[in-house]
């Protein structure tokens, strides 16, 4: 398709919040949130959603679908929304997300699936797979080293490059081979360029790993477009209406680095658009889809403990007892918000398993309060049932985009409910709502533990069919549960500019089983109805690779489902490494009595490292294990086996010390250091933040001025919510507000804004009074 350098340009930026540009026929095609379900926009330019969606069917979140580790189930959970999409005009899904769990205070966390790359990787592959297969579109996203909610639209993550080859590109490395139709740059910084900006865009992820997508930004991440544009991010969103695209027109004819950077990107975009906008419209049952999601989080849900409580029968006298017991919480908040097509809730379906159930709220979800008449009446139904379902977790207010929490505690007038109900009776079942972490600890004082996690719209009914044995969980931790983030060795602060991941490569399991710490459960931990047997475990080895062949058997007396997992135990070596690392799974059904012999491959590239020194992968001679496990600590059975490879001798580096340590951060990060606070003074750019401008009286005027105009449209919230939407404000690049208003705040203004900030009040009271129009393409 033959374009001129105007259309080239334009094409390169949003039509509004969803849509590309149509431009010289080439149509336009649209993107919507998905990573667990649909969120079309009834409104084409409403970015913050206050206009609603379109119902949808709401699948469980990524932090519940990577307990299932099964690839198959996220394959046919990618086939399903890639019908919703078609049906609803959605070309591309923007989904999955996969960025790592370097901590369990993320805010963000119930959107991505594990602390572990090897596993995230498989998962978000076998989801993408799909989906494209179907004829639509995804966006894998954050890319990358986006971990935390403070400050994410600027914060600059400092990481050793090991770190980021072994941990946070690994994921995005695998799903890359499934081609994706999209990746999105995110907000923050990586060692002192943005994402959208960067140069691993073009280092790696097109020379290295091939990729020929479209690479767009998240949206409002675009800070310099001409540098971004030369750096490989194709299409802005939301549209900037005009506002860059004037200033790439202005540059292009005297930058010949930019001409060919916009001729690149213009050509990715036509194919795009080529590949994904014919969409073949199929009709939806979505009766079907809402039975698809019961079993999707019913085989993904984890039981944590049980002591012959589980599964419930008919002639149990049971109460079921929780604020969530007719307000299920099965989603987050933010930007995957599903408007769902139905929401099961426990107070509505219970008589469906059994005539010997009562229900009673016990507390409230939405408040903290301890309400003495709601428990009164729970404790003393508790004391003639015979067993006790305790529902608890965090509400939608203790975890969302945009913040992260401060704690993995519950909230205390849950704790203090279940308290008293222990105390006039012992037989009591806990099942947890939630999107992370949360604290446990009460577990030694109860019988059984369910993890529901965020189940979607069918979350009460998969709950339901555990507890009464319809189903048998086979749910396995794709993240490892502490009590308290003391016991985590990754800390959020306040930091204003940089955060140091100078954990490296330990996050997750990778710290607590190297450096031998306590946990509540495991990464890979999970109880089933039944039993299983391994027999006959074995290694072959060939050129490329070992082949572990094992049979299992269901000895128990239910039909089940088991995960098996293969780890490998790191050489000892003047490279610090994990202990062990998760590299094969597989998981299989099997009938009572039945048994498999399964073969499962581990590739020798799975033993190598990323040597900061040789800039590449290494595999280092050794002596290894492969483990055959139950989790990331208790393994069936470890094989030795000597491995050829390089001889490696690296300087004694403090990470290698029995006790974790981390002050060579300094040395494997092999640059400076910036620091991780700064005093950001005039003159204030649009990339500022209304925080950054606070500083000044003039700034804080204008603050408190723009804040006051933008909290009316969080009328309606909590108050909680309402003060996180204003430290959001804070938070936010002046240029983003002028994206993410509609219009109403254009970047005419915005740059007005500026300039008073900057003392320039004649220059931009000027701008801001001005009713020309930018020029844009509306």
Not at 32 to 55: C, F, T
Request: net charge neutral; glycine share 6%.
């Amino acid at each position: 398709m033959k374009l001129t350098v105007e259309e080239k340009v334009a094409l390169l930026d949003g039509l509004d919040v969803w849509h590309t540009k149509p431009i010289n026929g080439l149509p336009s095609i649209m993107m919507a949130d998905g990573p667990h379900g649909l969120r079309k926009q009834y409104e084409s330019k409403d970015n913050l959603g206050v206009m609603g969606s379109i119902p949808a069917t709401c699948f469980p979140t990524a932090s519940l679908t990577a307990c299932s580790f099964d690839r198959n189930l996220l394959s046919n959970m990618g086939k399903l929304l890639a019908k919703e999409a078609k049906a609803n005009q959605v070309n591309i899904i923007l989904g999955p997300g996969i960025n790592m769990k370097r901590t369990p205070l993320c805010g963000r966390n119930f959107e991505y699936f594990s602390e572990d790359p090897y596993l995230a990787g498989e998962l978000a592959a076998a989801f993408v797979r799909a989906v494209e297969d179907s004829g639509v579109g995804t966006s894998v996203k954050h890319f990358f080293a986006n971990n935390q909610e403070k400050n994410r639209f600027f914060i600059d993550s400092i990481v050793d490059e090991r770190a980021l080859r072994e941990i946070y590109l690994k994921a995005f490395e695998r799903v890359v081979k499934e081609n994706p139709a999209t990746l999105m740059a995110s907000y923050n910084k990586i060692n002192g360029r943005y994402a959208t900006e960067h140069h691993y865009l073009s280092k790696i992820l097109r020379k290295e790993w091939g990729y020929y997508g479209v690479v767009l930004s998240d949206w409002g991440a675009v800070h310099n477009r001409i540098e971004s544009l030369k750096a490989g991010t194709d299409l802005e969103m939301p549209s900037s209406m005009g506002y860059r695209t004037k200033q790439v027109l202005e540059a292009i004819h005297k930058d010949e680095a930019l001409k060919i950077a916009v001729n690149k990107s213009a050509d990715r975009m036509v194919e795009l658009v080529r590949m994904y906008k014919k969409i073949e419209v199929e009709p939806i049952d979505h009766e079907l889809h809402h039975k698809e999601a019961v079993r999707i989080a019913a085989e993904s849900m984890v039981l944590l403990k049980n002591e012959k409580m589980l599964p419930l029968t008919k002639e149990d006298k049971v109460l079921i007892v929780g604020g969530f017991v007719d307000d299920m919480r099965y989603q987050g908040g933010g930007s995957s918000h599903i408007n769902p097509t139905r929401v099961d809730q426990i107070a509505d379906i219970y008589k469906d398993y059994s005539s010997n159930i009562n229900i009673s709220k016990g507390y409230s979800i939405a408040h903290t309060k301890h309400d003495e008449e709601l428990a009164k009446e729970a404790v003393s139904l508790a004391k003639s049932a015979d067993k006790v379902v305790f529902l608890l977790g965090l509400p939608e207010s203790h975890e969302a985009e945009g913040f992260d929490r401060t704690s993995l505690d519950l909230p205390s007038h849950q704790l203090k409910l279940l308290h008293d109900i222990l105390e006039v009776n012992e037989q009591v079942i806990c099942v947890a709502v939630g999107g992370s972490v949360m604290n446990l600890s009460f577990d030694i004082h109860v019988k059984a533990m369910l993890l529901a996690y965020l189940g979607g719209q069918g979350s009460s009914s998969a709950i339901m069919d555990i507890l009464y044995g319809k189903v048998n969980p086979s749910g396995r931790l794709a993240e490892t549960f502490i009590d308290d983030i003391k016991s985590c060795n990754v800390s959020l602060t306040d930091d204003n500019n940089a955060v140091y991941y100078d954990e490296s490569i330990f996050i997750g399991y990778r710290y607590y089983q190297t450096y031998n710490k306590h946990v509540r459960y495991p990464f890979g931990y999970g109880l089933s109805y039944t039993t299983f047997e391994y027999k006959d475990i074995s290694i072959q080895e060939d050129k490329e690779k070992f082949i572990i062949e094992m049979t299992i058997q269901n000895t128990g007396k239910m039909k089940g489902k088991e995960v098996i997992q293969i780890y490998i135990g790191n050489n000892v070596s003047t490279v610090f490494k994990a202990r062990r690392e998760l590299k094969a799974f597989d998981k299989i059904e099997l009938d009572v009595n039945e048994e498999k012999t399964i073969k499962i491959d581990l590739p020798k590239k799975a033993f190598e490292y990323y040597d900061i020194y040789k800039k590449r992968y290494v595999l280092e001679k050794g002596e290894y294990e492969i483990l055959v496990s139950k989790n990331a600590v208790d393994e069936i059975e470890a094989f030795d086996f000597g491995m050829d490879g390089e001889e490696i001798h690296h300087p004694s580096l403090s990470y290698q010390k029995y006790a974790y340590d981390t002050s060579d951060f300094p040395k494997i990060y092999m640059t400076p250091l910036p620091p991780k606070n700064i005093v950001k003074k005039r003159p204030y750019t649009l990339s500022s933040t209304l925080d950054d401008a606070s500083k000044t009286l003039v700034g804080k005027i204008v603050a408190k001025m723009v804040v006051k105009e933008g909290m009316k449209a969080t009328k309606d919230m909590s108050e909680y919510l309402q003060e996180v939407a204003k430290k959001t404000m804070m938070e936010t690049p002046i240029q983003m507000l002028a994206l993410f208003s509609a219009g109403k705040f254009s970047f005419q203004m915005a740059e007005g804004l500026v300039d008073i900030m900057n003392l320039k009040f004649r220059k931009g009271l000027k701008k801001m009074k001005s009713k020309v129009k930018e020029n844009g393409d509306e």
